[in-house]
């Protein structure tokens, strides 16, 4: 064996012995984070939170839960979905992998979101999401309570969104859960109820609870140019929508709300016309 081939030899050996000893315990953990069980949100006070913030730079939007969820920007304010927000809650709650991938928590940028967890002014847990690493398909984050920086499972990146849309109950009928009666009213006709003693009052009661608006859109007073309006009673909360063409064939909804609970919601939605002519449909002929 010439002088190279012993050099190549060595070299070979050396390389192996590297290889190896990377696959060391000890040398594992150094060069990859370790993980943690733990929850973002003490399941504890789970049942508890009564506001959810998210804020992204100068957009917020605030969950709140009194008898039921709303959500508001400040200057819409929607029934929110109940189910969407018990998703979060319950996502933010159970125990998942958590990655310490940095001694520093001052990672904070304005692209950031923000979510506060309390009850009330009491304060549960602060989380700033800081992005998805690309290289993990895993999200970073920074809670209040570590001074460090992490990486957990993504599925939380959904419901991170500071918009009302997001969050704003899909259905048409925003605070009514259990119908007694409709009252439909074209302009120029007499109105026409459904009651409970109508026969046809759970077909009509479901079929009505199932239409879903569209656009989010700013409350304006224009009830001069209605066609129809629609009241919705059950017990305890009233709602009036009220039926205005737009020019490119959908209709605005603007609404009046009664109730307690009820009073602070302010929006308006548009609907296609096609879900304008169905909900016509339910009550023509009577």
């Given at each position: 064996m010439n002088a190279l081939q012993k050099k190549l030899s060595v070299a070979a050996l050396i390389a192996l012995a590297l290889c190896g000893i990377s696959y060391l315990p000890f040398v594992r953990e150094k060069s990859a984070p370790r993980a943690f069980p733990t929850a973002l949100l003490n399941p504890a006070y789970a049942d508890t939170v009564s506001r959810i913030v998210i804020r992204q730079g100068a957009y917020t939007v605030t969950l709140e839960k009194t008898q039921t969820w709303t959500a508001t920007d400040g200057q819409t304010t929607v029934r929110a979905d109940s189910t969407v927000v018990q998703r979060f809650l319950d996502a933010a709650a159970s125990v998942r992998n958590m990655y310490i991938i940095s001694d520093r928590s001052d990672q904070v940028s304005p692209s950031s979101v923000r979510v506060l967890f309390q009850d009330g002014d009491t304060m549960y847990t602060q989380v700033d999401f800081l992005g998805e690493n690309a290289l993990t398909n895993r999200i970073m984050l920074a809670v209040s309570s570590q001074d460090a920086v992490f990486e957990t499972e993504n599925d939380l990146a959904p419901f991170l969104r500071p918009t009302v849309r997001y969050w704003a109950k899909p259905e048409l009928i925003q605070t009514v859960d259990a119908p007694a009666s409709f009252v439909w009213q074209e302009a120029g006709?007499?109105?026409?109820?459904?009651?409970?003693?109508?026969?046809?009052?759970?077909?009509?009661?479901?079929?009505?609870?199932?239409?879903?608006?569209?656009?989010?859109?700013?409350?304006?007073?224009?009830?001069?140019?209605?066609?129809?309006e629609l009241t919705v009673s059950g017990e305890g909360a009233r709602e009036r929508i009220r039926f205005v063409p737009q020019g490119d064939g959908s209709f605005h909804c603007a609404y009046t709300f009664s109730g307690t609970e009820n009073r602070s919601l302010s929006v308006a939605f548009d609907i296609s016309g096609w879900t304008f002519e169905r909900l016509r449909g339910m009550f023509s002929g009577r």
């Open positions: 006709k007499k109105p026409v109820t459904v009651s409970k003693a109508s026969e046809d009052f759970a077909q009509v009661a479901h079929d009505v609870m199932a239409l879903r608006h569209g656009a989010i859109v700013p409350v304006q007073d224009d009830g001069s140019a209605q066609v129809a």
